[in-house]
């Protein structure tokens, strides 16, 4: 099936470092999401794309769509403490019924103060 | 208001028997997904449903799982013959429609002993 290739696996950074991780596809997708999941929870969507080249901020991040609907990268500016968790990237292939999403292997994400 | 609930939040049971696991989705959510993740491993979708009906139902690995939502609210995942292999934690999401956000419950953490 359709696989997401996220990386790195894990990022250890200080506290007020900025953070960029990607996502990448074989495959054309048509919408890019990326949610966050704390240990015991379910994921929770931080960011939805829908249209090739499409950056989007919501607070301290930034995600963007691809040029070539085949990647995906979030940035997180300034971390704090509560960034801690791991992020996943998810999105729905071009032809695919857009309620079965495909996620990424996600992105632990640790902070030291 | 509520969110997605998920019961129980934890299931142990031995090899081959049979279970049952339960959501409550959000009051209104017309779609419903079930996802089936593995430890280190973002959610795979088992299956969705639009209403009473399952829209999309490609990705239960086999004959033994089984869902139905048959008021159009609640739904229950239902797995026969565990195995040791079907330990995972299993999550609910609903949303308004099929193509808005998901919102997903806690899980259901099952341990096939």
């Known amino acids: 099936g359709q696989q997401l290739n996220q990386s790195p696996q894990s990022m250890f950074i200080q506290e007020g470092e900025d953070v960029s991780m990607n996502c990448t596809s074989s495959?054309?997708?048509?919408?890019w999401l990326w949610y966050k999941q704390d240990p015991g929870e379910g994921p929770v969507l931080l960011i939805a794309?829908?249209?090739?080249?499409e950056l989007t901020s919501n607070g301290r991040l930034t995600a963007q769509f691809g040029i070539t609907r085949k990647d995906s990268f979030l940035n997180i500016s300034a971390s704090i403490p509560s960034d801690v968790g791991i992020y996943f990237c998810?999105?729905?292939?071009?032809?695919?019924?857009?309620?079965?999403?495909?996620f990424g292997d996600g992105t632990t994400l640790t902070v030291k103060p | 208001g509520a969110g997605v609930s998920q019961t129980p939040s934890n299931k142990v049971t031995e090899k081959g028997k049979y279970v049952e696991l339960r959501c409550d989705p959000i009051?209104?959510?017309?779609?419903l997904y079930w996802y089936r993740q593995s430890l280190g491993q973002g959610p795979e979708f088992l299956i969705y449903?639009?209403?009473?009906?399952?829209?999309?139902d490609s990705g239960l690995p086999n004959d033994r799982f089984f869902a139905v939502r048959p008021e159009g609210s609640v739904s229950t995942l239902k797995i026969q013959r565990t195995e040791r292999g079907d330990s995972a934690v299993y999550l609910c999401?609903?949303?308004?429609?099929?193509?808005?956000?998901?919102?997903f419950g806690p899980g259901t953490r099952l341990t096939v002993l």
């Open positions: 794309l829908y249209k090739a080249g």
């Open positions: 009051s209104g959510h017309t779609a």
């Open positions: 495959s054309i997708f048509n919408t």
């Open positions: 998810a999105g729905h292939p071009l032809n695919t019924n857009a309620g079965k999403s495909t």
């Open positions: 449903f639009q209403g009473t009906g399952a829209a999309d």
């Open positions: 999401a609903s949303s308004p429609a099929r193509d808005n956000e998901q919102f």
